[in-house]
């Protein structure tokens, strides 16, 4: 009975003791990196002052003139988060490392 013993034990953990085969047997098959994909906002323009002309007296170095001035328009932007940062996958060529 204890020649029967020895081996069957052997043979119950050898699964355990033994290196898994399928770590050695793999390959590379695609490699890839990760990017980070900034996010994207929605930009509106809206006008707070419109733009306009104004005639400006100026006495300046004893010169006395009168110069029409243009003011352009002020606008303020507003921005809205259409689509937060993350992160992506990319393909990329397989290196060494």
Known sequence: MKH???PALALALAPFIAPPAAASSGHVV???DKVYVEP???ITKHLVKEAEMRLEHRNGGGVH???RMHYPAI???RRQLVRPG???LRAAPCRKG
């Open 4 to 6: 029967f013993a020895l």
């Open 65 to 67: 003139q009168v110069y």
């Open 40 to 42: 994207e906002f929605r």
């Open 75 to 77: 606008y303020e932007e």
């Open 86 to 88: 993350h992160y992506v």
């Open 30 to 32: 695609e490699c890839f």
